[in-house]
């Protein structure tokens, strides 16, 4: 997607789940090509609100508006402007790597047309290209979530953790992808505080700022 200036604003949200409130009162601002750092120990709500701002969450108060070149956009139509990786969502196991990476291309294409045969050359699984992804590690798994959501020809770039299952010269990898294919997009890293997983991001929130403190009303 050329020349797309798409921004997010988060207005006094807050999201429950049953009675309990995860996160509260919470304002962002995140400009065309932000990258953003949602930092908090697990169960703060980090994941919970990067779903909202994909648009595949509703909250329960406030609201999160969505703006491409000046122009207003639904929240369910969001999945056509966004790539996500993270280590809960699932991928179809029943393919190989080279067909999932040729399924995926149809609905959502890779920056600068990259042929399957690239894509798999840049995830590093050049040697597992004819396995099915049920033969995979959780590590493989990791990298080629990775590898789809960075690549992605999209302006949005949702990560959570996306360091988990990864060992040393795979988040070096993972990295180096990000700086040279994903700099000229806004990107949203939920993390534990694990810096080598945001350490190109300029801005940080932390989730415990939000957590909703009881009051008389």
Not at 57 to 82: A, V
Not at 113 to 135: A, D, P, R, V, Y
Request: include cysteine; charge should be neutral; hydrophobic fraction near 40%.
């Amino acid at each position: 997607m050329v020349n797309t200036n798409f921004s997010i604003s988060v207005t006094n949200a807050g999201k429950k789940f049953g009675s309990e409130w995860i996160f509260r009162n919470l304002s962002l601002e995140i400009p065309s090509t932000e990258k953003l750092a949602i930092l908090g120990l697990n169960g703060s709500g980090k994941s919970t609100l990067l779903q909202a701002l994909s648009g595949y969450l509703t909250l329960n108060e406030g609201e999160i508006s969505f703006t491409l070149n000046d122009k207003g956009i639904d929240s369910e139509k969001m999945y056509k402007y966004c790539s996500y990786a993270s280590p809960y969502l699932d991928l179809i196991e029943d393919f190989t790597l080279a067909e999932l990476i040729n399924h995926t291309k149809v609905f959502k294409p890779f920056v600068t047309n990259f042929s399957t045969q690239q894509i798999i050359e840049l995830s590093g699984l050049q040697e597992h290209s004819t396995k099915f992804i049920h033969q995979f590690s959780s590590g493989m798994k990791q990298r080629l979530k990775l590898t789809l959501a960075i690549l992605a020809d999209a302006p949005i770039l949702l990560l959570d953790e996306p360091t988990s299952n990864l060992d040393v010269n795979v988040i070096k990898w993972y990295q180096t992808l990000i700086e040279t294919y994903a700099m000229h997009k806004t990107i949203i890293v939920c993390s534990n505080s694990i810096k080598e997983e945001y350490l190109f991001c300029t801005k940080t929130i932390i989730m415990e700022d939000y957590k909703y403190q009881k009051k008389s009303l």
